[in-house]
């Protein structure tokens, strides 16, 4: 498969791949770029030429554009090692960022019709995602993509589009991290969460996800447990029980802080890590009911 790539003007410029990158979100331009591991084809590969190739005027263009081979002339010259260093830095962010966000899309196309329902709710709190993070472009290109995306899902059938699925989830296991793995889940379970209902459908559906994400349950029942304000719920939130000793609360939360700390996520952009601060100050809200239900 060709790797995927959107047409994006005067991405270049002299003040670094973080600050363009900024940049191109202020304007709406998201999922541009290329997709990172999705590029090596398998079944978000198939998505993405289905779901991605038709949306856009520039299809499945090729990378090598003027403005990103590298510059002519001496090979040793050092503007010409800086800027293609420059290079394969954007390119490494914007390949984690992409594949994360459309790995994100694909996966909520499942939780959404989990319920046999495609719910105004649902779909309103990815628009309000994509709004605040990306602009009014993404908005309408993100709805367009769920929307090719629960096509596919009615041709394929619901057991062939749940394989697709869960051919998706093992791929992403295999090439993103635990921490990005977990901030995923946390926004499908958000999504899941937008009618002020978590149907049961909808928790074995973010159940087989997380598993063929090798997530463990016991990741999925902690967040199902977050932002909750009775102790019982903080306890679930660090996976143990409330008869667990002094040393062992410490010694879950400290293993909470490190699987989800923000920086585990801090290549994704500047509002996928504000997310993951929210829900690691959610886990330290229930870290501090039990530690003050206990006197520590």
Same mark, same amino acid.
């Given at each position: 498969?060709?790797?995927?790539?959107?047409?994006?003007?005067?991405?270049?410029?002299?003040?670094?791949?973080?600050?363009?990158?900024?940049?191109?979100?202020?304007?709406?331009?998201?999922?541009?770029?290329?997709?990172?591991?999705?590029?090596?084809?398998?079944?978000?590969? /198939?998505? #993405?030429?289905?779901?991605?190739? =038709?949306?856009?005027?520039?299809? %499945?263009?090729? &990378?090598?554009?003027?403005? $990103?081979?590298?510059?002519?002339?001496?090979?040793?010259?050092?503007?010409?090692?800086?800027?293609?260093?420059?290079?394969?830095?954007?390119?490494?962010?914007?390949?984690?960022?992409?594949?994360?966000?459309?790995?994100?899309?694909?996966?909520?196309?499942?939780?959404?019709?989990?319920?046999?329902?495609?719910?105004?709710?649902?779909?309103?709190?990815?628009?309000?995602?994509?709004?605040?993070?990306?602009?009014?472009?993404?908005?309408?290109?993100?709805?367009?993509?769920?929307?090719?995306?629960?096509?596919?899902?009615?041709?394929?059938?619901?057991?062939?589009?749940?394989?697709?699925?869960?051919?998706?989830?093992?791929?992403?296991?295999?090439?993103?991290?635990?921490?990005?793995?977990?901030?995923?889940?946390?926004?499908?379970?958000?999504? /899941?969460? #937008?009618?002020?209902?978590?149907? =049961?459908?909808?928790?074995?559906? %973010?159940?087989? &996800?997380?598993?063929?994400? $090798?997530?463990?349950?016991?990741?999925?029942?902690?967040?199902?447990?977050?932002?909750?304000?009775?102790?019982?719920?903080?306890?679930?939130?660090?996976?143990?029980?409330?008869?667990?000793?002094?040393?062992?609360?410490?010694?879950?939360?400290?293993?909470?802080?490190?699987?989800?700390?923000?920086?585990?996520?801090?290549?994704?952009?500047?509002?996928?890590?504000?997310?993951?601060?929210?829900?690691?100050?959610?886990?330290?809200?229930?870290?501090?009911?039990?530690?003050?239900?206990?006197?520590?």
């Amino acid at each position: 498969m060709q790797a995927v790539i959107f047409h994006r003007q005067n991405q270049r410029g002299p003040s670094g791949p973080l600050a363009q990158r900024h940049q191109d979100m202020a304007t709406g331009k998201w999922i541009g770029g290329f997709l990172g591991f999705i590029m090596g084809g398998g079944p978000l590969g /198939a998505l #993405a030429g289905f779901a991605l190739g =038709a949306l856009f005027d520039a299809g %499945l263009n090729s &990378v090598n554009t003027a403005d $990103n081979t590298s510059s002519s002339g001496n090979a040793h010259d050092g503007y010409s090692q800086d800027r293609q260093h420059t290079y394969r830095q954007r390119r490494t962010y914007e390949g984690e960022r992409n594949s994360f966000l459309f790995s994100l899309l694909v996966l909520a196309s499942y939780i959404i019709r989990a319920d046999g329902r495609i719910m105004h709710s649902e779909m309103e709190l990815v628009r309000q995602f994509l709004r605040r993070n990306f602009g009014e472009t993404a908005v309408k290109q993100g709805e367009q993509i769920l929307l090719r995306l629960f096509e596919e899902a009615k041709k394929m059938g619901s057991y062939e589009y749940g394989d697709t699925i869960r051919k998706c989830c093992r791929q992403i296991a295999a090439n993103m991290s635990y921490g990005q793995r977990l901030q995923l889940l946390d926004f499908l379970l958000m999504i /899941a969460r #937008a009618d002020s209902h978590v149907d =049961a459908s909808e928790i074995d559906a %973010l159940r087989e &996800v997380a598993q063929h994400l $090798n997530l463990s349950a016991a990741d999925l029942d902690s967040m199902l447990n977050l932002g909750q304000k009775d102790l019982e719920s903080a306890y679930r939130v660090l996976g143990v029980a409330s008869t667990a000793t002094d040393s062992q609360v410490k010694d879950a939360y400290r293993r909470m802080a490190l699987r989800h700390h923000p920086d585990r996520v801090a290549t994704l952009g500047e509002d996928i890590k504000k997310a993951a601060e929210k829900k690691f100050q959610e886990i330290n809200d229930a870290k501090e009911r039990i530690y003050r239900a206990r006197g520590l």
